[in-house]
C-alpha cells in the first residue's frame, strides 16, 4: 500500500501519528511544510505517490487550505484530511469547499483519528478499483450477469446487417445498445441517425422521416433531405416504434422492403442503404392484436429481438453506475467529483428506480450540486430514496409485509435475450420452480435442491455461463453472511470461512459488496 502523507509543524503530532498508524500496519512519510510535500509530488510515482494525506492548516511557509489545491490540481482524486486548532467555521466551509475528504479539529481523540484515516484509506482504494473498471469498461458499463447477456449478443451481432427491436423500460438504455450495435458493426465509419418517433407531431413525422421537396407544402421553401436519406451507408435507430402513426407504418413497410421512398410531394424514387434499429418499451404484441400497430412490419422489424432489464434488475450494478455518473457530473460542471459512503450506496442499491440508469444518472446530478460535503453519506439522498424499503419487499402483498411469508422464486430464468422472429421460433422459458423456502423440512426440500432447481432452470433456457452466474450468487450470499456475522469485519468473516484476507477483500471487490 501507498504511504499516508502527514504534514504538521508540530514534530509532535508527527510522531504520534506515525507510531498509531504503523501499529495498525499503515506506511507514512512526514512533512513539515508544503513546500516540501509540492517538492516530493513532483518527482513522486504512481507507486510511492500518496495514498491520503492528512494536513494541519496553519503551518509556517504556506497554508494547509492553499496546498489542498495545489495537491488536487496533481492529484483530483487523493482524500485530503484537514486539521485546525482553529476550529471556526470559515475554516470548516473553506475545507470543505476546497474538497476536502474530512475535517479534524484539534486537540483529537487519537483513536478516532486513526478510524477516520483508515476510511479515508480504504474509500480511496474503492475509488482506484472503480477508477481502473471505468477506465478498461466500454462504452455501456454492466457486471450484472443480465448485462452481460446483453453485451454477448451485441458481439454476436456485430458483423450482422440484421434488424434488431430492442425492447426495455424507459431510460434503461435503449439508444445507447442501438450506437454499440453500429459502433462495432462494419457500418460504423457510417452515420448514426437516431429520431423518437414519440417526439415529433404526426403532421411532421413524414417529412421528417422521408424529406420532402421543395414547395410540397406551405413553408417548404427548400429540398430538404430525411433522416433514411442522412442515414444511408450507417444506420438509422427508430425510437419508440410503437407510437408510429399508421399511415406512416405502411410507408416505413415499403422502404424495409425494397429500399426505396418518395420524399413528401416527390415523383422520384430515392434509394437509401440504411440498416434500422428499432426500439419501444411497449408491448407490441398486445398492439398488433390491438390493431394499432401492423402485423407485417412488426414481423419485418422483430427479426433478432434484444431485450434491456430494468435497472432493479440488475442491483449489484448499482454502485458502479453511481461512481461513473458522479465523476461524470463533475466534470460536467468543472467541480472536485463527490465520493458516497457504503452506507448511501446501500440506501440507494434498495431503490426501485421505476426511471432506471435516466433516473440514477439524475439522481447523480442532484448529489454533485446539493450534498453539502464531499461525502455523500445516505442523509444526503433525496427524499424519494431515503423512503425506499428493502429490495425484498417492495413487491410484497399487504399480508406478507404483515408476516406472512412469500414463496421464494427459484429459477426463473425470463425469456431469452436474444431471439430470432418469425422465421425461428424463439426458445421457451422453463416454468419457473416455486420452493417455500419458509415452510420446507431438510428432508424434503434442502438448498442444495433449490440450487440443482436453479441450475436446471438456466440450463434449460439456453444460457451458457450457469457457472459463473451461480457461482457468484453463491459467493455473494456466503460473504455477505459471514460479514452479517461478524458486523462487518472483513478478517474475522475470512478465518470464519476459512479463505484469507486477500482473498476476502478480493471477493468483496469483484462481486461489489463494498
Known amino acids: 500500500m501507498k504511504p499516508i502523507w502527514i504534514v504538521d509543524d508540530d514534530q509532535s503530532i508527527r510522531f504520534v501519528l506515525e507510531k498509531a498508524l504503523l501499529r495498525e500496519g499503515l506506511p507514512t512519510r512526514s512533512f513539515t511544510n ?3 510535500v509540492l517538492a516530493a509530488l513532483d518527482v513522486a510515482t504512481e507507486a510511492n505517490g500518496p495514498q491520503i494525506m492528512v494536513s494541519d492548516i496553519r503551518m509556517p511557509g504556506g497554508s494547509g487550505l492553499d496546498l489542498l489545491e495545489k495537491v ?13 486548532a482553529f476550529s471556526d467555521l470559515d475554516s470548516a466551509v473553506s475545507a470543505f469547499q476546497g474538497g476536502a475528504f474530512e475535517y479534524l479539529p484539534k486537540p483529537f481523540d487519537l ?3 486513526v478510524e477516520l484515516i483508515r476510511r479515508a484509506v480504504e474509500e480511496s482504494q474503492r475509488e482506484e478499483v472503480a477508477e481502473e473498471r471505468m477506465a478498461a469498461a466500454p462504452e455501456m458499463l454492466g457486471q450484472a450477469p443480465a448485462m452481460q447477456d446483453v453485451f454477448r449478443a451485441i ?3 456485430s458483423q450482422s446487417m440484421v434488424t434488431v427491436m430492442i425492447t426495455g423500460e424507459s431510460g434503461s438504455g435503449k439508444e445507447l445498445v442501438a450506437r454499440a450495435l453500429h459502433k462495432h458493426s462494419p457500418r460504423a465509419n457510417g452515420p448514426f441517425i437516431a429520431i423518437n418517433t414519440a417526439a415529433i407531431p ?3 413525422l413524414e417529412s421528417e422521416l422521408f424529406g420532402h421537396e421543395r414547395g410540397a407544402f406551405t413553408g417548404a421553401q427548400t429540398l430538404r433531405r430525411g433522416r433514411f436519406e442522412q442515414a444511408d451507408g450507417g444506420t438509422l435507430f427508430l425510437d419508440e416504434i410503437g407510437d408510429m402513426p399508421s ?15 418518395y420524399r413528401v410531394g416527390g415523383h422520384n424514387a430515392v434509394k437509401a442503404n440504411v440498416r434500422v434499429i428499432a426500439a419501444t418499451h411497449q408491448d407490441l404484441e398486445q398492439r398488433v392484436k390491438e390493431g394499432s400497430f401492423r402485423e407485417d412490419l412488426y414481423h419485418r422489424l422483430n427479426v433478432i429481438r434484444l431485450r434491456l432489464p430494468a435497472l432493479r434488475e440488475r442491483r449489484e450494478d448499482v454502485f458502479m453506475l453511481t461512481r461513473h455518473f458522479l465523476q461524470q457530473s463533475a466534470r460536467q460542471l468543472g467541480v472536485e467529483p463527490k465520493r458516497i459512503s457504503e452506507a448511501a450506496l446501500r440506501q440507494l442499491s434498495l431503490f426501485n428506480f421505476p426511471g432506471n440508469v435516466r433516473q440514477l444518472e439524475n439522481i447523480c446530478h442532484w448529489l454533485t450540486v446539493m450534498a453539502p460535503a464531499q461525502v455523500i453519506e445516505p442523509k444526503d439522498l433525496p427524499p424519494e430514496v431515503q423512503g425506499a424499503a428493502p429490495a425484498e419487499t417492495q413487491n410484497l402483498t399487504p399480508a406478507e409485509k404483515a408476516g406472512q411469508p412469500k414463496p421464494e422464486r427459484v429459477g426463473d430464468a425470463g425469456k431469452p435475450l436474444l431471439t430470432a422472429s418469425p422465421e425461428a421460433p424463439a426458445p421457451v422459458a422453463s416454468q419457473a420452480v416455486v420452493i417455500d423456502v419458509a415452510n420446507a423440512s431438510p428432508a424434503s426440500s434442502p438448498w442444495e435442491t ?15 455461463d450457469v457457472w459463473e452466474v451461480l457461482t457468484r450468487r453463491f459467493e455473494s450470499r456466503l460473504i455477505q453472511a459471514a460479514l ?10 475470512a478465518h470464519k470461512l476459512g479463505i484469507g484476507r486477500n482473498t476476502i477483500t478480493r471477493k468483496i471487490q469483484e462481486l461489489n459488496l463494498e
Not at 432447481?453 to 444460457?463: D, Q, S
Not at 452479517?484 to 468473516?493: D, F, K, L, P, Y
Open 72 to 84: 488536487h490540481l496533481k492529484l483530483p482524486g487523493l482524500p485530503v484530511i484537514i486539521m485546525t
Open 155 to 157: 458481439g454476436r451481432l
Open 484 to 493: 452479517a456475522n461478524t458486523h462487518g469485519r472483513r478478517i474475522e468473516a
Open 111 to 113: 483513536h478516532k483519528a
Open 34 to 36: 508544503p513546500r516540501e
Open 202 to 204: 404526426k403532421d411532421l
Open 247 to 261: 399511415d406512416l407504418q405502411t410507408r416505413l413497410l415499403r422502404v424495409l422492403s425494397d429500399g426505396h421512398f
Open 450 to 464: 433449490g440450487l440443482e432447481a436453479e441450475a436446471l432452470a438456466l440450463l434449460t433456457a439456453g444460457h451458457s
